[in-house]
């Protein structure tokens, strides 16, 4: 039996994600796909454009055979966060031989070569990596020179342009994290990488591969269309059709963001992850400027601190994650149990499986959390299921209690 993970939001599922669900059923002949799946808030700092288990349908309906839930502190951090949390619930099922994901260089040999260097941080690595802050760089261009110094220590010039083309692609950046989660926790899955397909991710051009990016402005500008429907799977658009009222745009969050902000004025907001006493100091400092929270990220953003960087700052805030916690889910190592959102029918064979060889409590029930989790495990649940009950005040209706929600089956 072949099991492969791959980590995604899916926002929406599209056709580039088919590609690489197809590839992993007929090129790996794997026998189960297991996704672990942002929730209702993901990586960039924003809600997901329709919730997590309407997403969840659109991949058990084109191609998945179960998908889990990435937990918040994970889906709304880093890139290295992030590929962590998602690799550590992959790899404590006990059962994942190969992680796939897309990337724009298509290149595991170079990715794996990099993810290596920042795993062993070399002392030649750290001495470049010091220098180059002390020059004033930012921590990411820091790390960039510093690896640039250690696999092109020539500094030949097409060697530094095609490590500096991998390092400022947002997939492949992705990949080297999960490649290093791995590396760093000396797992068995073999990480692997397809060339992604069609449009860059900023790109807004509608076509059969376009970006989720592009996807998600066209809807939340000009609502569902034919267009729209050339870029995915008919059961994903379908799903969407189904969902219309339910699309959720960050600016919808701009009254209980500024409510969040006010009330945590007093005291600064360097208690959240990933703020540090300078960018609560910015957030004070600007806060009579707050209109939404669109505008609000632009207004902070700065050469050192990107727009994603802000937002995800500003939606700690707002679903109260903090550093504190984070640094006890570290020391539990990241995840300490595994929630199903849904599968299909046939993968009980792979299910019961991960249940027989799995470290963590599998969670396919909310109302037998109690019994099977202990304090961390129980609070980190609780904090995931509060956003989902944040996100669900945007989407036009009453936050639904997802303890009396059934599994998606099909």
Known sequence: MK?????????????????????????????????????????????????????????????????LELPIYYSTGSAEFFAKGAVSILDKLGIVDELVFGSECGDIVALSEIATTLS?????????????????????????????????????????????NILNSSNNILGIEYIKAIILR??????????????????????????????????????????????????????????????????????????????????????????????????????????????FCMTLKSKDLTYSRISRNLIHILLNITSSNMDEYKEDDFTSFVRILGMKKAATVALKKAKDNSSLPIISNLKQADSQLDFNSKRLLDETLYASKIYNLICSSLPQSEYRMKQIII
Not at 57 to 63: Q, R, T, V
Not at 231 to 255: T, Y
């Open 3 to 67: 099991i492969v993970g791959i980590v995604a939001e899916f926002n929406p599922f599209h056709n580039g994600h088919l590609h690489l669900v197809d590839y992993c059923k007929t090129k790996l002949n794997a026998d189960y796909i297991i996704v672990v799946m942002s929730g209702d808030f993901v990586q960039r700092g924003a809600p997901a454009l329709t919730d997590k288990f309407t997403r969840t349908k659109m991949a058990l309906s084109c191609g998945a055979d179960i998908c």
């Open 120 to 164: 062993e941080e070399s002392n030649d690595f750290k001495s470049a990596l010091d220098s180059s802050l002390k020059k004033g760089s930012n921590f990411a261009k820091a790390r960039q020179d510093a690896l640039l110094s250690v696999l092109n220590p020539e500094n030949d010039p097409s060697i530094k342009e095609h490590y500096s």
């Open 186 to 295: 000396n797992s068995s899955i073999k990480p692997l990488t397809i060339q992604r397909i069609g449009e860059d991710y900023k790109s807004e051009e509608i076509n059969n591969f376009s970006s989720a990016t592009a996807i998600r402005a066209h809807i939340l500008k000009h609502g569902l269309s034919s267009e729209i429907s050339n870029s995915m799977p008919s059961e994903c658009f379908n799903c969407l059709k189904d969902n219309s009222a339910r699309f959720a745009d960050m600016n919808e969050l701009s009254k209980l963001l500024l409510f969040k902000l006010l009330e945590e004025k007093k005291n600064g907001y360097e208690k959240f992850l990933d703020i540090t006493k300078d960018f609560s100091n910015k957030i004070l400092s600007n806060l009579e400027k707050y209109t939404t929270f669109d505008d």
